[in-house]
Nanobody, 122 residues
Framework: QMFLAQSGGGSVQAGGSLRLSCAASGHRYETFYTAWFRQDPGKERVWVARIYDDTGKTDYADNVKGRSTITQDFASRVTLLEMNDLKSEDSSMYYC???????????????WSQGTQVTVSS
């Protein structure tokens, strides 16, 4: 009943910047987190950034900390991920997701975006 649609992504040069947008629609569930994940084929899905829906507190995975920012606007139901100084290892399929029980791979989250490929080249 709730849908997450993301936009952004594509090809980016190493050292460049990227903005991903996640827009929620449909029934508004009272989730605790909205987060960004990424996953490569055959590999585990990993957490990139999260925001607490009630307080706005943010956390970042170690490999993106300092060059990533997650923000959320409650009224528009949009969550953004901005990344700077992109590296080749940032190339992945990116997803936004929302849920109330945390796991680093998002296994307990029920609401997911369709995913967008990000390719960092140089």
């Amino acid at each position: 009943q709730m849908f997450l649609a993301q936009s952004g992504g594509g090809s980016v040069q190493a050292g460049g910047s990227l903005r991903l947008s996640c827009a929620a629609s449909g029934h508004r569930y009272e989730t605790f987190y909205t987060a960004w994940f990424r996953q490569d084929p055959g590999k585990e899905r990993v957490w990139v950034a999260r925001i607490y829906d009630d307080t706005g507190k943010t956390d970042y995975a170690d490999n993106v900390k300092g060059r990533s920012t997650i923000t959320q606007d409650f009224a528009s139901r949009v969550t953004l991920l901005e990344m700077n100084d992109l590296k080749s290892e940032d190339s992945s399929m990116y997803y936004c997701a929302s849920g109330s029980r945390w796991a680093d791979d998002g296994r307990f989250f029920s609401y997911w975006s369709q995913g967008t490929q990000v390719t960092v080249s140089s």
